[in-house]
């Protein structure tokens, strides 16, 4: 489908806004047909990334090649090529969603007829017949994220930009935009998606990028790089407050890491080291409670839990020893 | 406007892809730029019909200054109502065309500060297709208020001189005009910050204009300072051209002067508001 192996070649991409610098230095290499996941929290530079490698917006400092070809020198020629579904929902508010999806029909190349059909097909298959005939500005956020995403679909693409395409989505349709993104993968497209979410990439992305003020911080396959910052949070309340020496020390051997100090003497927090060669995060956590237990030391409950997105963040910008002894939210 | 929640319909597909997710087929070519410009004709025709009420809206002032001056001052100031109308009508009529002229900036501002022109930038379409297609939408305005304002007078009384052909040449110059002034609605609504801020800069600016004029009664009455911004004032030229071609008898000098301001304002504005679109922002 395409000749280039790399879908999205970028380096070195700088883009300011005023005194603000939104990317600095973006280096991105995208395989052809894969999906790669963008994360990072909000003001990131995710969008950003997304407006220049669609041609939307020139970057200050850099290149970027899209399917092998330049994003300036050659825009419209990557512009036959991509969709975008866009994280500010790219729909007209006096229009209705069915005259929304044919006008994008039209302007995509189809006929009256098939701009027709096919805006009829999307608004059945993206669950807004209802709405059809229902001006956009009445519709709900997620309503209008599905119609947005039903026009990035209208005709074929060789590369898909997904900006944020779940944020205001319910689980239920987020799983149907997951099970999109994949059907698109396995029509030989390519997908590049921001997310905010870690558990999302995850799931969909072969490699993931994380992006923080401007930078990518991190970049590979997301079990490598959770494994990276390590594989989570273990959260153990003991029932005697006066047990947590003992209890440190049993159980931080185990885990093969040692407890924070906090602010309720009663609970031991720790980050379990990913999954490497020495085993695996699952079973060191669950050997730790279960030494507490066989030396009688009395635990009122525990909890154990993949990185938040937080965590990533936080760790990956270099920012660990901020939140060691307070809860997240007080971090945030 | 109720908001609809995504809870209500239960979805007993939920882990499939929306059905007819991906296209079937190969991509279609790309419009070429008066496919596309018809497109975007098409949808400015569809903001019209769903959302006449802007028009309204606007032109709701020229028509209760026309009843008002006319029934309640125009026999003070011509001897007779009648006769009045006969002298307001061209001016209200501009009046109305120019003051529904905003909906043209105030349409492009929507569109790149809502972020529907990041998907049309990134179609493969000529850049200046959606603006093109927008003067559609445009004109169409303008025939509407021209044409309720013009059905108004007649129904008053409005018979001037120059008969159909007569009022039919002032509308064709109004036309011309404000499609021309168009471009400096657009270029206004790229450099302004939200569609409200269009909105109050346009009735700042237009509403001096039009008041301060020759619509409603000759300047001769004026105190001094006044006539001297009425005579420069661009509307009043503007009136006093329609009011010629009304009266059926065409001041030359007026016409033209009102079709090089035409060519000043589409040979300045046009190529800002091509150049402002084609940036982004």
Known sequence: ?332 | MTSMTDAAIPTPKAAQSPRGGLPAGPRPQPPGPLAATVAFGWRALLKIRHVPEQIFDVIAIPIVFTLMFTYLLGGAISGSTSQYLQFILPGTLVMAVLLVGMYAGIGINTDTSTGIADRFRSLPIWRLSPVAGALLGDVTRYLLAGGLVLALGTAMGFRPPGGVPGVLAGVGLLLLFALSLSWAWTTLGLVMRAPQAVMSTGTAVLFPLTLASNTFVVPQTMPGWLQAFVNVNPVSHLVTAERSLMYGHPATGQILLVLAACVLLTVVFAPLTARLYGRGH
């Open chain 1, 1 to 332: 489908m395409t000749s280039s192996p790399y879908s999205v070649e970028a380096s070195g991409l700088v883009k300011r806004f005023g005194s603000t610098t939104a990317l600095d230095g973006v280096d991105l290499i995208v395989e052809a047909g894969t999906v790669y996941g963008l994360l990072g929290p909000n003001g990131a530079g995710k969008t950003t990334a997304v407006r220049i490698l669609a041609t939307l917006l020139a970057p200050d400092a850099g290149t970027a090649r899209i399917l092998g070809h330049d994003v300036i020198a050659e825009a419209d020629a990557v512009r036959r090529r991509v969709a975008l579904a866009g994280q500010a929902a790219t729909v007209d508010n006096d229009l209705t969603g069915s005259e929304n999806l044919r006008l994008i029909g039209l302007l995509a190349g189809l006929g009256r007829r098939a701009a027709r059909t096919r805006a009829a097909q999307l608004l059945a298959g993206f669950e807004l017949e209802d709405a059809a005939s229902r001006q956009v500005k009445g519709y709900s956020g997620g309503m209008r994220r599905r119609l947005d995403l039903a026009a990035s679909t209208l005709v074929r693409a060789d590369l898909y930009f997904l900006d944020e395409p779940t944020t205001g989505l319910d689980p239920a349709r987020r799983a149907q935009v997951h099970a999109l993104v994949r059907a698109m993968a396995a029509d030989g497209a390519t997908v590049l998606l921001t997310t905010q979410y870690l558990e999302e990439a995850d799931q969909l992305a072969g490699r993931i990028a994380v992006i923080d003020h401007g930078k990518v911080v991190a970049e590979g396959p997301p079990a490598q790089l959770k494994s990276s910052i390590g594989a989570g949070t273990l959260q153990i309340r003991l029932a005697d407050p006066a047990r947590r020496l003992d209890a440190e020390q049993i159980a931080s051997r185990l885990v093969g890491a040692p407890f924070k100090p906090g602010s309720d003497p009663a609970v031991l927090t720790t980050t379990v080291p990913g999954d490497d060669a020495t085993g695996v995060a699952a079973d060191r956590a669950a050997a730790a409670v279960a030494a507490l237990y066989s030396a009688g030391i009395a635990v009122e409950d525990f909890s154990f839990g993949q990185p938040s997105l937080d965590e990533v963040f936080l760790r990956l910008t270099g920012q660990t020893n901020t939140f060691n002894d307070t809860p997240m939210e007080a971090a945030r």
